[in-house]
C-alpha cells in the first residue's frame, strides 16, 4: 500500500467526544481506541488486550459502556462519546476518583481510568449498588494489582459520598 | 559537584535501630537525638497519605509510554523465528509491498557486541545463523504508518534448516540433544547442612513425593513498550515501561559499544509489572534504539497482547523431589530435596531464581540435617523470568504440600506437625542462618486458626462433606520469604542513592527505583519527610532517569522499602547535616524553616545534593562458594489460610475465604501494604487454579486474556489481611520487603484446603477442572488403583 492508496482508504467520520464535535481523517475499520489516543490525544483510554477481555479501553457511546478496541470508527458515526477526561467536572465523578485515591483503588493505574468509568457507568445506574452488583458491575475490568478488593472498596465509599450530598 | 556530600550508611544502630532496641526491650521508645523529629508531633511513616502520583492515574494523565509521540516518530515490529531450532538459511521478502519505505534492521546493524548483557551475554539480540526458541527475534522493521506493519511482518518469511528441539525438563536432562552449553544446566546449586546420609536407615517415616508447577504469566495490564532516540552527539535515549533503568543502560551500552554517559534510559509511568519487566525490557529498548540509530528518527516499539504474552518472559516451571526422614513423633530429621526449573532457551535470570528457590526450599522449618540439590535447565522455548516471588513459590508449594503428606503419613494433623518443626530464634535455616530475630512462628500459627476459625470449620465440613455434590475444606501454609539480594548480592549492588534540596526548598528523592504500582514513591517520600520531620509534601521524588539519579539497584526482589528506603533516610539526613553544619539551620527546627534553610543554601552555593551508599552489616557473612551464611538481611514470615468448596457437578473450585497473616516488620503506609497482599494473594489463586501455559512446538498457545485466564472481581474471595509488626533493625523505620511474599502461600494453602475436601492428593498446579475430574475419575475406577489400595475400600 502506497501512500495515496492509503490516503483513499482512508475517509472522514464525525462524532461527539466530550460534548466537541470532532470530524476524522480515519480508516473506517480503525479501532475507535486508536482513533481517541492517536488522533484526537484522548490518552487517558488505555489499550489493554485489544480484544474486549479487560476493559482498560472502556468509553461510553451513547450511555453505554462499551470497550473501544472492539469498535470500528465507522460505527461510532454520529455517536456521543464519552471519555475519562470528559468526565473530569462530573460530581460523581470526582466522588470516585477522590474514593480510589483514599482506598488504594489504583496501583499501576493502568487499568483504573476504564475501572472508574465502569463504576461511573454502574452508579449513574444504580447509585446505591450492594457488593454483588458492584463485583459484577466490574467484572468487565481485569486489575491485576489490587485484587479489586481496594477497587470494591472504593466504589462502596463513592456510593456512600454520592448520597451524603 | 558543588555543595554535594557524600554520606556512608553507618554499619552502628543509628537513630531507628537505636529506638527498635529499646522497643524490644519493652522501655518506652524516645526519640534520642533526633532534634527535628520534635518540630512535628504526627509522624507520616504508619499512615496512608495518598499516592504520590495517585492524582494522574485516577484522571487518566499519567503518561505511560504508549500516551507519548514525538515528532517525526516510526513505528517498530520485530520478526521472530517461529520455530524452535534450526538453522536459518535465508530471508525472503515477498512482493507486493514496497520494502524501500521500511526501515530494516539485521543483526549486521549491531555496532557492539549482538547480546542483551545480563548475567552472561548468551542470549543475543537478534539471532544470527541459529534459532533456539520459537519466539526469537531475527529482523526489525519501522514505519510511519502503523497499520502497515503486521502485514510487513507477515510478508517476511524464513527458510530454515531445522534441528531437533527439546521441550521438556526431562529431555533437557536425558541430553538427547544439547543445545546449550556441554550439559544442557545452565547453573546448579547444592546446599548442604549436617550428615543427611546418616539419617535414613534409623528413621520411623521416609516420606517421598514430587510436585510441580506450570509457568505463569506476569499479565500486567499494560503491555511492554520503549521509544528510542538517537543523536550522533549525544548518544541514545530511550523512555520505556520497566522495572530496572540501570539493566537497560548497562545491556545498551554493549549492544551500541557507548560510554555510559551517552546512554539514557527514562522509565515512564509502568502499568504493572510483577518481575515482568525485570529483563525483558532491555530487549526491547535495543531493538527500538537500533531502527532509531538506522533511521535516523525517533521509534516506538509497543507489543500487543499476543506478542507480549507469547515472547517475553513467564514464571520458571518447576519440578521438585522431596525425600524426608521424620520421626514417629513427627519431628523432621533430614530431607533431600531437588529443585529443577525450566529456563528456557537462554540463562537470562535463572540463575539468580534458582538460589531463591533452592533456598526458600526448606522453608519456615527447622531441619537438622538437609541436602539440596537444585539445576535450572535449556529447553527450546522463550526464556522463562522474573515473576513475583522469583522460585520461592515454585519451592515453597512443594513444600508447602509436602507437610500435609508428612502429617498424614506420621497421623498428625497439618497444623501440629508444623508446629513441630517451625524454625526458633537460634536455630539456623537450611543455609545456617541464626534466626536471631523474636519470632514466634506458634503464636502466628494460632492466630491464623483464630482468624479462619480453622478447627470449628474443619470439623464441621468433614461431617457435612459425607454427603452433597459440594465438599468443602480448610487449609494451611507456613512459609517465610527474604527481602533484598540473596547472600552477597547486596554488596555487590552497593546501591547508591541521592536527596536533593531544590530551589524551592523542597527535596526531591534521587533513585532508580521505580513506581509500578506497589507505591515506591509514596514509601520513600514518607521515609525522608520523617527522616527529617517534614511534611508528606514537602518531598518529592525525580522521575527515574539515568542522567538524572544514581543507580539504587533494580527494583526487585523485595529491597525497595527495605534496603534503599533505609540509605534515603540516610542521605536525607544528609541535607540536615550538612545544613546544621553550615550554620544555616538550628538544632531545632520546624518545616518552613528548614525549607527557608535549603532555598538559602542553594541560593549561595549552587546544586546541593546528598548522597548514600549501602554498606553490607557485619552481621551479614555469605560464603558463595559453598552456599551458606546469612542468605537474607530479613525474612517475613506468614501462615495463609484457604477455605475452598469444589463443585462435583462442575468439578469447578471456589475460594470461600482467605486469611493472610503476616509479619512484616513495621507497615510503613497500611492501605499500600494491604493492597499489596491482597493483589499477591489473587495471583496466588490464579496461580493455583486458573492460569495455565498452554505449549506447543515450545510456543504459548494461549497467548490471549480470551483463552488464558487470570481473577475477575467475581471470582476472588475476601481476603482478608493481619499484619504482626516486630520491625527489622536493618530496614527504614524497622520496614521488610513485603511485595512478593503473598505470591508464596496462597497455592499450597488451596490444594491442603482441596485434599482436605476431597480426601485426594494433588501435586500439580495449576488445577483445574478437568485435572480434578480426572484424577476423582482415576479413584473411581478401582482397577487403576494399586492392590493395598484397593483392599483398604
Redesign the interface.
Known sequence: ??ASS?QRAKCEISFTVNEESETVHA?PM?RLLDVL??ELGL?????????G??G?CSVLVDGLLVNSCLIPVLQASGAKIV???GL?SDGRMQF??QS??????????????GM?LAAHHLLSKKPQPNLEE???G???????????????ESVEKAARLGVAT | MHGSRFFRLSRTANFSTVCHTLMQAGKPCKRLDDSAIRMKNTPIVGTSVPRMEGRDKVTGHARYVDDMVLPGMLYGATVRSGIPRGKIKMFTFAPGIDWNEFVIVSPRDIPGKNCIALIEDDQPCLADGIVNHPEEPLLLLAHADRHLLPKAVEAVSVEYDPLPAIFTMEESEAQSQIIWGTDNIFKSYLIEKGDVDAVWQNADHIVEAEYTTGAQEQLYIENNGMIAAFDPQQGLTVWGSLQCPYYVHKALMKLFALPADRVRVVQMETGGAFGGKEEYPSMIAAHAALLAMKSGKPVKIIYDRMEDMTATTKRHPSRTRHRTAVSKDGRILAGEIDFTIDGGAYKTLSPVVLSRGAIHAGGSYYWPSIRIRAKAIATNTPPHGAFRGFGAPQSLFALERHMDRIAQVVGLSPVEVRRRNFLKPGQTTTTGQTVNEAIDLGKLLDRALELSDYHAKKEKFAKENQQGSHKKGMGIAAFLHGAGFTGSGERFLGSVVGVEACADGSLRILVSSTEFGQGTNTVLCQIAADALGLRYEDVGIAQPDTHEVPNSGPTVASRTVMVVGKLVQSAALGIRKTLTASGMLEESYSPEEFRAACRAYVAEHGKFRTFAQYEQPEDIVWDEEKYRGSAYAAFAWAVYVAEVTVDLTTYNVTVDDFVALQEIGKVLHPVLAKGQIIGGVAQGIGFALYEKVIWGQGRMQNGQMTNYIMPTSADLPPIRVYFEELGNVHGAFGAKGIGELPMDGPAPAIVNAIENALNVPFHSIPLLPEDIFAALSERAAPEALAPSARGDR
Open positions: 500500500m502506497n492509503e480508516y480503525e489516543r492517536h490518552t487517558g483510554t488505555k489499550e489493554g488486550c485489544g480484544e477481555e479487560c482498560s471519555t475519562i477526561e473530569v470516585l476518583q480510589f485515591l483514599d482506598c488504594g483503588g489504583a496501583q499501576c493505574g493502568i487499568c483504573t481510568p472508574i458492584i463485583r459484577e466490574l467484572s468487565g475490568n481485569l486489575c491485576r494489582c489490587t485484587g479489586y478488593a481496594q477497587i470494591i
